[in-house]
């Protein structure tokens, strides 16, 4: 957020507020073969959510700087087998 965010366009511009804006995805359900499943951080959907807001307090206390923190659960629902109707 504050890499980002903050010092690469608020800053610079002179703003004092913005929106951070993360879609989450479970991981649940990925194929730990799948490269993407290694890399970086897997949190659980609420401490996302509360670490950024951590995040947010963190960068107003510091920098006079208003972020609005917004978590999409982009996770695609299990359906079940499809059965052909033949």
Known sequence: MQTQLVERYL???DLRQGIYLVFWFSHEN???KDSRYTRGKRYAYDKL???LSQ???RLRDSNDIC???IV?????????AREDSQ
Not at 72 to 80: C, H, I, R, S, W
């Open 49 to 51: 959510v509360t670490e």
């Open 11 to 13: 800053k610079p511009a």
């Open 67 to 69: 972020v609005t923190p």
């Open 55 to 57: 995040q947010a307090i």
């Open 30 to 32: 990925w194929n730990n």
């Open 72 to 80: 999409v659960d982009g996770t695609l629902a299990m359906l079940p």
